[in-house]
């Protein structure tokens, strides 16, 4: 088959950002899970092995009030089916009880997990400790709309082992939210003190391009005076569509002046979209959105549309709609919509297509982490990759060229051809 490279990988960069984390191969190339793939089963045998990847736990809780209209996510605005949905959740959890894994970090998101009740925020953080057992120092994690905080909430969490709250504010501009839809009708800043009063570590998001300059210079310096442990500035992205290079360009400007503005209270950039204080020795807050954790970790994914991974075994992503999802689950089977089965060959490519674009990585990382089968496999495309100048190697470390690396000649050289053939032939790109 002559692979149409341009199209396949532009498929595969499309939803690179969708709301998901970092994968490899692209979920644009996964199998449908029929009747024959017992998830539960892949688990059993992962929780028997001796495994040295740390072990974590995503949960989605897909509601939320209003669809803003810059959101690409699949949610769910029908609020009457939240108990329906808590119950199928325990039910799901419930398959793991005779295992209770032991997990290192928790990752509720959505959707808008704190538009659930005070009762059921209780009840979710139940289902997480009867079903798992978080080992000490777990980092319980939950994003959150800062309108619907309130006491009682923020109680339950704390009480729960919630450790850091992500809350989305993307303008403090009240009007800006609601021309965009967006249920945000309260103060953010008075919430955002609340919640560290509180106790919690606190992380924050800010959306570049959805207002103009003056907005965006005004919401950084009232978020800089919170003094958040974290910030996000995510870039707007189009709901439907491509931007030009031109408003790319714009965006990412957007996007760096922010980080540069912000250095000057005490904050240094850790990654392409975040920033830390310093305390944090440019490390990420956040444990599940450090991407080698995504990477180099195996991940219960539990409710609608979340996404798993069982390291050099699978990765998954659940039904994407509460009627299949109850379906399922009805029939004691893990709610698996999507998988693709994985070696160890997929897990360096992915650890190696992803460091070279941050911090760069090392040989001996890679020793440590992987057989020497596979780091042998992976140095010579390493090979392939400096010999045409696309990534330079020094005192063991391999990074790409440049501030604008060629990443499309880097995903042709490092992408398996049957991943790729696989794509173009379910698209209809050939």
Request: glycine share 6%; proline share 4%.
């Amino acid at each position: 088959m002559n692979i149409p490279f341009e199209k396949v990988i532009d498929t595969i960069h499309s939803v690179r950002y969708g709301g998901l984390p970092t994968h490899y191969p692209s979920i644009t190339s996964w199998d449908l899970s029929g009747e024959n793939f017992n998830l539960l089963s892949l688990w059993d045998k992962k929780f028997k092995s001796e495994s040295r990847e740390p072990l974590g736990l995503y949960i989605n809780i897909p509601f939320c009030r209003t669809r803003c209209s810059f959101c690409f996510l699949d949610v769910m605005c029908d609020l009457k089916k939240i108990d329906e949905y808590m119950d199928l959740l325990e039910k799901e959890a419930s398959f793991f009880m005779p295992y209770r894994p032991s997990i290192d970090s928790v990752y509720i998101g959505g959707g808008t997990p704190n538009i659930l009740s005070a009762r059921n925020i209780e009840r979710l953080l139940n289902i997480i400790h009867k079903n798992f057992n978080p080992v000490e120092k777990c980092e319980i994690i939950m994003e959150s709309n800062p309108d619907f905080w309130d006491d009682e909430k923020l109680i339950k969490a704390r009480a729960g082992g919630v450790s850091l709250i992500i809350t989305g504010v993307q303008t403090f501009n009240l009007k800006q939210c609601r021309d965009l839809n967006r249920h945000q009708i309260k103060d953010p800043e008075k919430l955002l003190r609340k919640i560290k009063k509180y106790g919690f570590k606190l992380s924050v998001d800010l959306l570049a391009g959805i207002s103009d300059p003056k907005t965006y210079s005004y919401d950084l310096k009232k978020i800089a005076s919170v003094k958040p442990d974290q910030i996000h500035i995510n870039r707007l992205k189009p709901v439907s569509g491509k931007y030009s290079q031109a408003e790319k360009k714009k965006l990412i400007g957007m996007q760096n002046a922010g980080f540069s503005y912000l250095e000057s209270y005490g904050y240094s950039r850790i990654d392409e979209d975040s920033c830390s204080l310093a305390r944090y020795n440019s490390g990420n807050v956040n444990v599940q959105g450090e991407p080698n954790y995504q990477i180099y970790s195996s991940i219960i994914g539990l409710g609608i549309g979340a996404m798993g991974h069982i390291f050099s075994c699978c990765r998954y992503v659940n039904e994407a709609n509460i009627k299949n999802y109850r379906m399922k689950i009805e029939s004691n089977r893990l709610p698996s919509l999507r998988h693709i089965v994985l070696k160890e060959k997929e897990e360096i490519i992915h650890y190696f297509l992803v460091n070279i674009g941050l911090k760069g990585v090392h040989i001996s990382d890679m020793k440590k982490k992987f057989s020497p089968k596979a780091v042998s496999m992976i140095l010579k495309k390493a090979s392939v990759l400096r010999a045409k100048g696309l990534i330079c190697s020094k005192g063991g470390y391999f990074k790409v060229n440049g501030d604008a690396p060629d990443f499309f000649s880097i995903t042709k050289i490092l992408y398996q051809r049957k991943y790729m053939a696989k794509i173009a032939e379910r698209y209809g790109l050939i």
